[in-house]
């Protein structure tokens, strides 16, 4: 016979990855909500206090603010009238109840004259949070991968904290 | 004590979950199965009627079709003497039964003289079906990403399906 | 009524789930151990007996050897003072018990000059075991993609042996 609590902890386990699975979806939509110009869409990405915490030339001297402003970065991508792709590579997901983290590689691929070149290799931590029943992104941390003490820590406080919370030793 | 309708409603839930992960490898054979020149094991991703609906050059005026057209493709690949890679980046999924779509960038490396370069990027919808229990490819529509508004069209509209389908606003 | 026996097949289910997320969890943090010269943290996705066999270059005439050979290529990377990035892109995943195979397409970036290029471009397969609890790198087998017979049979081998575990025909 089936306990109630043996139930009760085979549904947890599936809500964690539940939980995982809407982040991998969450991430996987940040590229195609910028380079789709899914004004509305890839504002819904993103909690109304969001920080897009870049220092990337194009996001200004203190990065992207509020859901507006990421609403702004995805209009100006969607009238761009050459090639440009964000791309979000696998990332590293520890969830802890509503808040969650995820942590990799990004880079941006422009087209120039019919060619396209790299533009962008950054490191990223993406802090997430449960809103309404959705998992939103309040911060996304995003340093150009040049060899800086900065980027690197990005990659290897993720690693860390993601190891420590699945107790890999 | 555990109802039976508490416990399909948990079945369910894996199956989805199932399903999902079951698409993820679907979309991550793909660029295996042509680099690989993998034949056979590329031609069972796609439905029998397959349509590859992309405007790259080399995939004719018209996409690729059918089962032995996307063989022809890995078959082609396969026998390639310097280096190609097609690469799929994480998409977002959505399932509806029997029928799911899956939507993201995708990228071409291809060596030259020794040297790798982008030789594409691309946006993607992946129409997908199961059959015979298996998850395969009816249609994948591929659009260079020029700055056209097809090409973002692909990846908004996807988008706008997929968190219509996850209830996100 | 949930007989023990409907209770522990979907448990099986939910089993295999959190082995290839977990896995998912170890590919995806290869690169930002490396990038972020994690040392102690990279080497724990090895076992102690670990070979990355990798035609590389920079990987030795025989790839590199143990967990102590690992932690040596994040110390290096974390002390270069141009940009590096290691990506690994989704794989697919196969799990029979305590071992499993990731099989799939990595290419680095490299900074020079502050632009980014493409250093390399490899098919992958990861063998990989369960020790203590916690998924590791026992092997990577790393083949430059230049059109060799042998990089291609890695992706297809890998391929083949993922669609018989899935049944997929």
Tied chains: 1, 2, 3.
Aim: one cysteine or more; proline letters at 2%; charged letters at 30%.
């Amino acid at each position: 016979m089936v306990s109630d609590e043996e139930f009760s902890t085979l549904e947890g386990r599936v809500r964690e990855l539940e939980d995982k699975l809407a982040i991998y979806q969450l991430i996987a939509s940040y590229g195609p909500s910028i380079d789709g110009g899914a004004v509305v869409e890839a504002g819904r990405l993103w909690t109304d206090d969001a920080w897009y915490d870049s220092d990337a030339p194009t996001a200004g001297s203190d990065g992207v603010h509020g859901r507006a402003g990421i609403e702004a970065v995805a209009k100006m991508c969607g009238e761009m009238s050459v090639g440009v792709a964000h791309i979000t590579h696998l990332p590293i997901v520890s969830v802890d109840g509503d808040r969650a983290t995820a942590v990799g590689h990004s880079n941006t691929f422009h087209q120039d004259a019919g060619e396209f070149h790299i533009a962008r290799v950054a490191s990223n931590r993406w802090d997430l949070e449960r809103i309404d029943g959705a998992w939103r992104v309040r911060r996304r941390t995003n340093r150009i991968l040049d060899g800086s003490a900065e980027s690197k820590a990005v990659l290897a406080e993720g690693l860390r904290d993601a190891q420590e919370a699945d107790h890999i030793r």
